[in-house]
């Protein structure tokens, strides 16, 4: 039962465009959202979080949108550059009494070129 | 470097033997998650330390895995007769509270012969 999901294996986006990631949860019982990124032999790096009660967050290039009547949380990379191609994780926190142990999806495949 | 560090980076044994991973926390975490993660998936939970209390395990956490955080510092995760489908990356990550984002390490590449 994937309560996470990244429909997207992968995504190639020209370098200064505009990258877009996308994850679809099930339960709504989450409250709480990230942003992991992956290169190869190394472990996830935290990129952007947003809580329940927003429904935008942003950080530079970064901005992360949730959706929560679609259960649908979003990341927009822009301007994309080449040092952005990696695996793109999102994960959830469930709330009431979860230790915060973090849900992820299946990872999206970004790759930029220049 | 004050990041979260595991050790050893790759491990490489027979199935049937036992195998201990070590992690060491950001030193001012109180929280620390082991997870694992398989090719073409994301990370999975395996279990929850909070200080030296392990407050929540998976069910993917056999009979023959065991976590100890003894004074609530460094962690180990222990895998007993090692089987073929305990081939993974094992993944360990602290954090100062439960919305605080957690910091991983690099993570420990177990490969069963």
């Known amino acids: 039962d994937q309560q996470v999901k990244q429909n997207s294996p992968s995504l190639s986006v020209q370098e200064g465009r505009i990258s877009i990631l996308n994850c679809d949860y099930t339960n709504s019982m989450f409250d709480y959202f990230l942003w992991y990124k992956k290169y190869p032999a190394e472990g996830p790096t935290f990129l952007i979080s947003i809580s329940s009660i927003k429904d935008k967050n942003e950080d530079g290039r970064f901005t992360v949108f949730l959706n929560k009547s679609a259960k649908h949380l979003s990341l927009h990379i822009v301007p994309s550059q080449p040092g952005d191609s990696a695996v793109y994780f999102c994960a959830v926190i469930a709330g009431g009494t979860s230790y915060g142990k973090l849900t992820f999806g299946q990872g999206t495949i970004l790759t930029v070129h220049p | 470097d004050t990041g979260v560090s595991q050790d050893p980076r790759h491990k490489i044994t027979k199935r049937g033997q036992n195998v201990t991973f070590r992690c060491d926390p950001i030193?001012?975490?109180?929280?620390l998650y082991w997870y694992r993660q398989t090719l073409g998936q994301g990370p999975e939970f395996l279990t929850y330390f909070q200080n030296e209390a392990q407050l929540e395990k998976s069910r993917l956490l056999s009979d023959r895995f065991s976590a100890e955080r003894p004074k609530g510092s460094f962690s180990t995760l222990e895998i007993q007769r090692t089987e073929q489908g305990d081939s993974a990356m094992y993944l360990c990550a602290s954090s100062g509270s439960r919305v605080q984002p957690q910091h991983f390490g690099d993570g420990t590449r177990l490969s069963i012969l």
């Open positions: 030193s001012e975490h109180n929280r």
